[in-house]
């Protein structure tokens, strides 16, 4: 447990010293936010009414933006390789590695988008349970992108793929996600349903996520 | 405490690297691997630290550690230093103490000459104080067997003769240690296995 918190650590200190994680996410998901407004019109019943999906678009581009970036160094620098002989199984590194993406890049994105939500006249009702379903889901796009970033880790500028690969993935996350964003507006019980499909989501991903990105490293290693 | 393999068979790409290579060592042995370039040491040292998987073959270490895997009682070095550069030196060899559960920083940097480059970025590091770093894992984390692949790259000679006599502590306690290089390793090589000509 010690050796996961260390690695988890170490990566959240790389991120946060390299910049491009959470930085360069969060710039793109303002620039969305801010010119979204500009592009549409000062329609301000319109912005409101698709201010959550406009939110959760961005939330999903800015974490694939910085999806294929979650082992390519430790793959080229050959950190990969001595993580595979050490003493926990090489699923909990990719478990740690995920987790760390998501603290250091969806995390901050999921707490900043019902705040930049002000931006596109969200209705104040739904910034709650926006924020909730945004902290749950976005869990999920970290072990997601973590697949895909896996999958390609070998290829050099594999950002396309990643998005190819994982868009497919997403859009469950996205369907669940927003209908449990709208609050009131489309009752409690369809928000309620919603919120728990995507838990359960989340929870599969969780299990999925760290074999299927352990089982396609382990392939680019040999 | 042995480490033995039998017929072993490396395929990569579809490609045979290297086929029916048989090898012995026992504790205490020092093994150096030669051959020309593309005879499949890398190969073969990724293959001891179970990074490739054999196409045939047996593997064991006889005496060690029943439940880990060679690979988890083996150190391997090779031209990829696993450095972070936005780290410090001695954050870098934190990081593989706690991951791999280590010793003391502070005895693996003195005992490659970085105590002075402690503090320092691993990002303005030299070639040959980089790999000093990678290689300082070696007394960092104490681990039986060790995979060099080309440890003296870019080493001038006094941090040659400091891994010399990094060696020569590790065989005597009963150490394992497959070196594959061309420079002479300060002591006679206990065993030798050259890799055949690739085609």
Redesign the interface.
């Known amino acids: 447990m010690?050796?996961i918190l260390?690695?988890i650590r170490?990566d959240l200190?790389?991120s946060y010293?390299?910049g491009g994680g959470a930085g360069s996410a969060l710039g793109f998901f303002l620039a969305v936010v801010v010119l979204l407004p500009i592009g549409i019109g000062p329609d301000q019943q319109l912005l409101a009414r698709i201010a959550p999906g406009a939110l959760w678009i961005s939330l999903l581009l800015s974490v694939l933006l910085s999806a294929d970036r979650i082992y390519q160094q430790d793959y080229?620098?050959?950190?990969l390789?001595?993580?595979?002989?050490?003493?926990v199984p090489f699923e909990m590194v990719a478990l740690a590695k995920s987790v760390a993406h998501w603290l250091s890049t969806s995390l901050p994105l999921a707490i900043a988008a019902p705040l930049l939500g002000f931006l596109l006249n969200l209705d104040p009702a739904t910034i709650l349970p926006l924020g909730i379903a945004m902290m749950l889901g976005s869990i999920a796009l970290s072990l997601l992108a973590s697949i895909g970033a896996a999958v390609t880790v070998g290829l050099r500028r594999g950002g396309l793929l990643v998005s190819i690969l994982v868009l497919p993935l997403y859009v469950p996350v996205l369907i669940f996600g927003l209908s449990a964003s709208q609050g009131p507006a489309s009752g409690p019980e369809i928000a309620t349903a919603a919120l728990l499909i995507l838990t359960a989501i989340t929870l599969v991903s969780l299990v999925v996520s760290p074999l299927a990105s352990a089982a396609a490293l382990r392939s680019y290693?040999? | 405490m042995i480490l033995s393999g039998g017929n072993l068979t490396c395929e990569r790409g579809g490609r045979t690297v290297f086929s029916a290579v048989s090898l012995s060592l026992r504790s205490g042995e020092l093994m150096q691997l030669t051959g020309p370039n593309g005879s499949g040491k890398s190969s073969l040292l990724?293959l001891i630290?179970?990074?490739?998987?054999q196409a045939s073959g047996t593997l064991a270490l006889e005496d060690g550690h029943g439940d880990?895997t060679i690979?988890?009682q083996?150190?391997?070095i090779?031209?990829?230093?696993?450095?972070?550069t936005?780290?410090s030196v001695h954050?870098n060899l934190a990081?593989?103490r706690?991951?791999?559960?280590g010793g003391d920083v502070g005895e693996a940097l003195s005992a490659f000459g970085l105590s002075r480059l402690s503090t320092y970025p691993a990002g303005l590091l030299s070639a040959g104080q980089k790999r000093r770093l990678a290689l300082a894992?070696l007394v960092l984390v104490p681990r039986v067997l060790w995979l060099l692949d080309e440890p003296t790259v870019g080493l001038d000679s006094a941090s040659l003769d400091r891994l010399v006599k990094v060696m020569a502590a590790h065989l005597g306690t009963g150490g394992m240690i497959i070196a594959a290089t061309h420079v002479p390793l300060g002591r006679e090589p206990d065993t030798r296995l050259e890799l055949g000509a690739s085609s």
């Open positions: 010690k050796l260390a690695l170490r200190v790389l010293r390299q080229e620098d050959g950190s390789d001595i993580m595979t002989m050490g003493p290693l040999k | 990724r630290a179970g990074l490739n998987e880990l690979g988890q083996a150190h391997y090779a031209h990829q230093e696993a450095v972070k936005a780290l954050e990081f593989w706690d991951f791999m559960g894992r």
